[in-house]
């Protein structure tokens, strides 16, 4: 960290954005949840109906991936009301939470709050239930993949704006941090491919990825290196 870092840091602050899965918590989330909501049997002849988009998906990524999860939602929460729905996210976000988080991580969010930084969770996971997960964490801010919802209160099963991965992670960081925390030094962790971008444009990115050298966000900083940086 440069000395005009820990300087702009002194003056507005820390802003510490953490994605979830795999990051706050262990492994994914979306399949688990879909399973919770729909049932195992729906939720497989789902992924099997789009199995060939799913593939490209795993293979390309980006705006392959963006579809396939998409397409995805369309067939297995498309029609679903929202406000039952929200229930279920809250109950299962929490619950999601308790029994997968990862202690390494939840130690560094804690260390962020000792210090009195802003924390906030970014996730191309849905919304309606990372928001629970982070009131229970008790963020400042949940920045996630929001679903649409219908004129009868439905979801569609599409997004409502873009899948906060990628590029998107850091658009939506970057004006939360610019509306509520302006100038103030960004701190990112993330584990995956869908998280670069967001560790890239922090002033520190951090991988915390279990892949380590061999992972895609090799070039990053690793957990255990950035602990002195950020102070007791």
Known sequence: MSAAASG???EAGVVAAFDFDGTLTRGGSVWPFLVQVCGMWRTIVAGLSIAPMLAVA?????RFADDAKEA????????????????VGDEFGRRHLAAER???VMARLDQHRRQGHRIVIVSAS???YVRPAGTELGVDAVLATRLAVDDDGKLTGNYDGGNCRSDEKLR???QWAEENAPGAELWAYGNSAGDQ???????VGVDVGRLGPVGRLRAFHRLRDTAELIGA
């Open 8 to 10: 702009a840091s002194a």
């Open 58 to 62: 795993a293979f390309v990524g980006g």
């Open 72 to 87: 995805l939602f369309r067939r297995t929460l498309g029609g679903l009301d929202a406000g039952a729905l929200e229930q």
């Open 102 to 104: 990862r202690a390494d």
């Open 126 to 128: 849905p919304e309606l």
């Open 172 to 174: 939506r960081l970057r």
């Open 197 to 203: 971008r967001m560790l890239a444009g922090a002033t």
